[in-house]
């Protein structure tokens, strides 16, 4: 029986294409992809206000609803189907918002997929993207945190704690949170 390779070795055996040559496939101009390295890249304002007014495409959307310790499947499916649609000539692309954090809590595999049918590089799918959303929320808790600790041991700088409203902030929809007082 041949072995199966394992998510990670498909992964960094996986050949990826320039983000350019993406960016013009799905008729994205260079100068309008701002990389983040070789294979990943944000797309400017520019750009997308210049498509404003091109019709609209179809929308699928993968969602899921019974968690396992293995995660749904969500990006798995989202892969595997842009891939097939690509492949039977449809010219489809896969958008993946809100990630799983599991791999963050050491709950789970990770966020890109699996097998075949996984986002590459995955260890950046995996450890958020770029890094944008960890970064603002350490920068914003870490200065919650000072704050806090300010007005606890004195508030030297007088600051109104009936006026500030500093809420500390996550990268997730999480309305559970949404409505803590510290007093």
């Given amino acids: 029986m041949a072995e199966v390779s394992s998510d990670i070795e498909i992964a960094r055996g996986a050949k990826k294409k320039q983000i350019q040559e993406i960016g013009q496939k799905i008729g994205i101009p260079t100068e309008h992809l701002l990389p983040y390295g070789h294979d ?3 797309i400017s ?6 498509v404003k007014g091109n019709k609209d495409g179809k929308l699928i959307l993968v969602t899921a609803i019974n968690p396992t310790p293995a995660g749904e ?3 798995t499916t989202t892969v595997g189907l842009g891939d097939g649609l690509n492949r039977i000539g449809k010219k489809a692309i896969v958008c993946i918002r809100e990630a799983s954090l599991g791999p ?17 590089p995955m260890e950046d799918m995996n450890l958020h993207f770029t890094g944008d959303f960890h970064a603002i929320t350490t920068a ?4 919650s945190a000072l704050i806090d600790n300010h007005i606890y041991w004195g508030n030297e700088l007088g600051i109104d704690t009936r006026r ?3 809420r500390r902030v996550m990268d997730m929809n ?10």
């Avoid at 963050?104 to 590459?120: E, L, W």
């Avoid at 914003?140 to 200065?143: I, M, R, T, W």
């Avoid at 999480?174 to 007093?183: K, P, T, V, Y």
């Fill in 40 to 42: 990943k890249a944000k």
């Fill in 45 to 50: 304002a520019e750009f997308i206000k210049s």
């Fill in 73 to 75: 499947g969500k990006t």
């Fill in 104 to 120: 963050n809590f050491g709950v789970k595999g990770g966020a890109a997929g699996g097998g075949y049918a996984q986002v590459v």
């Fill in 140 to 143: 914003h808790n870490l200065l």
């Fill in 164 to 166: 500030v409203a500093w």
């Fill in 174 to 183: 999480d309305r559970a949170l949404r409505e803590i007082i510290c007093s």
